[in-house]
């Protein structure tokens, strides 16, 4: 079997991706194959076990995290086949934008430390999903819809990469799912920006233009994952066909499902569970875990 390991260096650490490169030789000890993703950017190193070499990947990885040290490199440590997957599916806030929609509200409201403070322990896994988005929106109650596009286009943005994940994977006739804990009035235009050909999430509930609360059963860390199935069903593909990225606790039963669930600059308790972690780089990172070179990489960006 062969074992696909991406290293992808931010900027501050390119020059070390060599070194780190022949470090890494060293400690496997191993037969590996190196090849440029992107020059001085993203490299991969394949390393050949024999059928009967049995690696635990929890090794590897533990391996390959000693050599890189505090260098700003992410990594993903995997077998190299089917590591091309046919499905993203991605959170929104925090991961695909750079913003928390409901802080954002809030802060229109003049209730953003209260509101953020919630959001935060609710990503942390500290509070219930469900009920911290309850609480929030009571909190919030009142505010005039009028408010939410002035949210949408004077706070929120997408975080660097996005576009070119999403148009890359859906060029590559992958199918790209966007998934939120949030709300269907921000995933329907953030998934237009970024070019998701699907998007869910949850709905607010409006009284004479003012919010009044949000629709039962709320989509949470379970609604998420049955998205990841549902959707993967719908186009014929299995859980590991999928490449999932999220931030928050909600987002860490699609991401142990996936083929691959990477942590995108996460909570403590999802990067530790994911298969791998975007903490220095971009989304575009999650390109060249699959092996995708720059030169693939498609962006209507220009
Ligand atoms: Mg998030």
Redesign the pocket.
Known sequence: MDIAITLTAAPESKDLLLGLSAQLQRDLNGDLEFGWLSEGEALDLILALAPEEKVAAADLKATVAAALGDAHVDFCVQPAQGRRKRMLIA?????IIAQ?CLDEMADFAGIKPQIAALTERA?RGELDFADALRERIALLRGMPKTELSRVLAERITLNRGAQALVETMNAHRGHTVLV??GFTYFTRAVGGMAGFAKNRANQFIWEDGKLAGVEEPILGREAKLAALNDEATANGLSPEDVIAV???A??LSMLKAAGLGVAYRAKPVVAAEADAQVLHTELTTLLFFQGYKREDFVTSIT
Request: hydrophobic content about 15%.
């Open positions: 959170d929104m806030d925090s991961t928390e990503m939120s804990g999220g931030d928050g909600n987002d």
